[in-house]
């Protein structure tokens, strides 16, 4: 995806946002944000996410890619398992790669 259009998808999705704050819309955003190694504000937005929903499993395995790649690897390997606690089995992946 360009970074021109991954810029305004993350463009409309604030509009959205302001409009009707709600974990998916959060969780997209961040997913965006990650793309163009965004990691602090994707990171913000999962956490958006998670505070709306505590049991949204994608965030936090989401939460836990963009906390890999700042180099946080405790608290990656701590949000992909309780990824998978909610049921997100992505997350397996990523522990078995890197989480002791």
Avoid at 8 to 16: C, E, G, H, R, V
Avoid at 20 to 31: D, K, S, V
Avoid at 60 to 66: M, T, W
């Amino acid at each position: 995806m360009a970074v021109n259009n991954t810029k305004a998808a993350i463009t409309d999705l604030n509009t959205s946002i302001s409009l009707n704050p709600n974990p998916f819309a959060y969780l997209t955003r961040g997913l965006f944000k990650d793309i163009i190694k965004n990691y602090a504000g994707a990171i913000l937005d999962f956490d958006h996410a998670i505070g709306l929903n505590p049991k949204f499993g994608e965030a936090y395995n989401s939460r836990g890619d963009s906390k890999h790649h700042i180099g946080n690897n405790a608290g990656a390997c701590a949000d992909w398992k309780k990824a998978v606690q909610l049921g997100n089995e992505q997350a397996i992946v990523s522990i078995k790669k890197y989480c002791k």
